[in-house]
Nanobody, 115 residues
């Protein structure tokens, strides 16, 4: 069983930055592929970024060059560094972990980008 708890969301002005964290607890965290998803009101949940157990990363085109995903294997933490934020980045951001048939979602953290 893996439990995921997101933090770091909040209100920020356009052009600002936030760093989201996802703290993981449970077994074999280091073997899980990890992702950040987001869901804006009235829209589908979309994949933002993924980092594998081997530290390979993929970033969605919509946030390429602005967001960076990373993980701290020693402390079981997933990060999403968000820079030059835009109003369209406003969404609930979710941490997601998968290993074989096992997958887990965090409960999400709200990010609001507004003047």
């Amino acid at each position: 069983q893996v439990q995921l708890v997101e933090s770091g969301g909040g209100l920020v002005q356009p052009g600002g930055s936030l760093r989201l964290s996802c703290a993981a607890s449970g077994s074999i965290f280091r073997f899980y592929d990890m992702s950040w998803y987001r869901q804006a009101p009235g829209k589908q949940r979309e994949l933002v970024a993924t980092i594998t157990s081997g530290d390979s990363t993929n970033i969605a085109d919509s946030v390429q060059g602005r967001f960076t995903i990373s993980r701290d294997f020693a402390n079981d933490i997933l990060y999403l560094q968000m820079n030059r934020l835009k109003p369209e980045d406003t969404a609930v951001y979710y941490c997601y972990a998968v290993f074989g048939p096992r997958s887990y979602w965090g409960q999400g953290t709200q990010v609001t980008v507004s003047s």
